[in-house]
């Protein structure tokens, strides 16, 4: 008997029972479009969220003096514009700092004074943060070297205090200061507060900090490393450089945003397997349900093997017959499965958040299809050797 009256047989013994076979490929089905899903999914949830966290600042090491209860500090601990210079002179992978000191005080708004912060920012702060100029102009050059009474608003904080008015050009009074607006801002992505931008913040020229504060020092210290790859050892080098530089006694808090990168990384990976362990059972569970199927056809069809073997088929024969039926359920189901898991991106692409794209995942396409597969064949195994052990004389007086 050749292969094609083999294949033939098979597709007649499936299409004269379609229901049951079709039964038999829901579990494919499900287990194999769960399996495209989860890791489609899991890649573009993982990617999303890294690019969050990687939008509060990129290559991000961040610095302050720890002020506690229990540890005493002078002024010559803090930190100062000159130690943003050594940290970009002396480290080599260093491309640029910034450094802020953020206070509380109020602005006035319909007659009400609002509290807000008010964060003087050095040069370079806009690049490492990766703040967006919604409207107006940024500080330039001269703005931070000439002491200009100039300031930037949160994009809530203008809405406030200048409610359907563009606010650049407006006069703002903070505290007992008065300053020019020269522009509308928000971050790339919200730290909720976790910053020092607060949600209605004011940003002004360092080189005004004395003025209404007294001080000179710095609170944050940033620097931005050239590559991903040298984020921990700018990270020690910072930390040193400061311990350099002051008292012995004087404790530093040196992060960077790598720890979170790599929790992110770490939770995506551990609800990937979860979900992927929940796709393999369902493939497991199909299998079992397909061996099943394929036992019970044996026996319906037991007759009819009889007759086969009585006019010539071979044990090799019968066994690839069944087999290939199993492979036939299990093929079909996973490009069904594969097909509606390919479909489901699509149908949500309108409901997404901006920014988040969810690529159909290629390896997770041929990994499903060849599990669902693979399990087809060996769940079905041990009906088609059944099938193929028996002897012609007791199938054919089967009733």
Not at 91 to 102: C, E, K, S, Y
Not at 280 to 303: C, D, H, K, P, Q
């Amino acid at each position: 008997m050749s292969h094609t009256e083999v294949w033939t047989i098979a597709f007649d013994a499936l299409r004269a029972n379609k229901i049951k076979a079709l039964l038999t490929m829901l579990g494919v089905v499900i287990g194999s479009a769960c399996i495209v899903l989860v890791v489609t999914i899991s890649l573009g949830g993982k990617r999303y969220i890294l690019a969050q966290i990687e939008a509060v600042g990129s290559n991000i090491v961040y610095g302050e003096l720890v002020r506690t209860g229990s540890q005493s500090t002078t002024l010559g601990d803090e930190i100062t514009l000159a130690d943003l210079e050594a940290v970009r002179q002396d480290i080599p992978d260093v491309i640029r700092t910034a450094g802020t000191h953020d206070t509380q005080m109020t602005v006035v708004a319909g007659a009400v004074a609002r509290p807000v912060a008010v964060v003087a920012v050095t040069e370079g702060f806009q690049q490492i943060r990766n703040l967006v100029v919604v409207t107006g102009r940024y500080f330039d050059h001269d703005d931070m070297r000439s002491h200009s009474k100039v300031c930037l608003l949160t994009e809530d904080l203008s809405r406030v205090v200048f409610p359907n008015t563009d606010p650049v050009g407006q006069e703002l009074r903070v505290g007992e200061l008065r300053f020019t607006v020269i522009g509308a801002f928000k971050e790339r992505v919200a730290t909720f507060g976790q910053s020092e931008i607060a949600r209605e913040s004011v940003l002004v020229p360092f080189a005004l900090l004395k003025s209404y504060a007294g001080t000179e020092d710095v609170r944050v210290l940033y620097a931005q490393a050239a590559r991903p790859d040298v984020v921990g050892a700018v990270t020690n080098q910072v930390e040193q450089l400061l311990r350099r530089r002051h008292r012995a006694a004087a404790v530093y808090n040196v992060q960077n945003l790598t720890a979170i990168l790599d929790a992110a990384r770490k939770i995506s990976l551990a609800v990937s397997m979860v979900l992927l362990a929940v796709g393999f059972v369902t493939l497991v569970v199909s299998g079992v349900g397909i061996m099943n199927i394929m036992l019970v056809t044996v026996t319906e069809r037991t007759r009819e093997i009889g007759v086969r073997k009585a006019v010539g088929a071979r044990h090799g024969e019968i066994l690839f017959q069944f087999l290939l039926e199993a492979l036939i359920i299990s093929g079909t189901g996973a490009v069904l499965g594969i097909s509606m898991a390919a479909a489901v991106p699509l149908i949500a692409r309108p409901f997404l958040p901006e920014g988040l794209a969810i690529p159909i995942s290629g390896p997770s396409v041929i990994a499903a299809f060849a599990v669902s597969c693979v399990t087809g064949v060996v769940f079905g195994y041990l009906p088609a050797r059944r099938a193929a052990k028996l002897p012609p004389a007791e199938a054919l007086r089967y009733e």
